[in-house]
């Protein structure tokens, strides 16, 4: 079972992201303990795909349905536009 799944809003997200947890130690900037992610290969990281901020908080969990036997944790990111 893996760790954490991450359902973004869009691309700019994702590339934030992958940027972010390329990073040694990145865990510490979040202030929690050291956790395993593959943003890279999109397999931990997913973007909400023609949905909206609004549409992406209304249908998250409807998206993260099929990863429930797979993750441990989910986290869905908006931006707020």
Excluded: K, W
């Amino acid at each position: 079972m893996r760790d954490v799944v991450f359902l973004v809003a869009d691309q700019t997200m994702q590339q934030v992201l992958e940027g972010f947890f390329g990073r040694d130690q990145f865990h510490r900037s979040l202030g929690c303990g050291a956790f395993t992610i593959d943003a890279h290969v999109n397999r931990d990281v997913f973007t909400a795909s023609g949905l909206n901020d609004p549409g992406l908080y209304l249908r998250g969990h409807e998206l993260l349905r099929v990863y429930a036997g797979t993750y441990r944790h989910a986290v869905v990111m908006l931006d707020g536009d």
